[in-house]
């Protein structure tokens, strides 16, 4: 969507320019840009140093998890800082970030 926004002003701004160059390159960098610091962001958020290809799949699906559970994602993020040491068994993991849902979630 914002791509799209920003050709739209590229277009309302054409009449300003002699050559069009520069307002082209810059709507082509935008995507690359844009998933450049997307993944920066997801990174630092994750407590990665660097993000590599194998941490941009796990980040995917994280966002699938939670676009599934619908967590309070200041709270998630907030218990993923401190998030302890132990097995996903049990239901160990589950308990510890309940208070981030606002329902309970179904199985996944």
Not at 30 to 58: A, I
């Amino acid at each position: 969507m914002a791509l799209w926004n920003l050709s739209r002003l590229a277009t309302a701004l054409t009449p300003l320019f002699k050559d069009t160059e520069t307002l082209e390159e810059a709507l082509n960098s935008y995507e690359d840009n844009f998933w450049k610091r997307y993944y920066e962001m997801m990174g630092n958020k994750l407590g990665l140093d660097m993000v590599t290809d194998s941490d941009k799949k796990m980040i995917s699906k994280l966002e699938e998890v939670l676009a599934t559970v619908k967590p309070d994602m200041t709270i998630f993020y907030r218990l993923l800082i401190n998030l302890p040491s132990f097995s996903a068994e049990g239901g160990k993991l589950f308990e510890y970030f309940k208070p981030a849902y606002y329902t309970e979630p179904s199985a996944i």
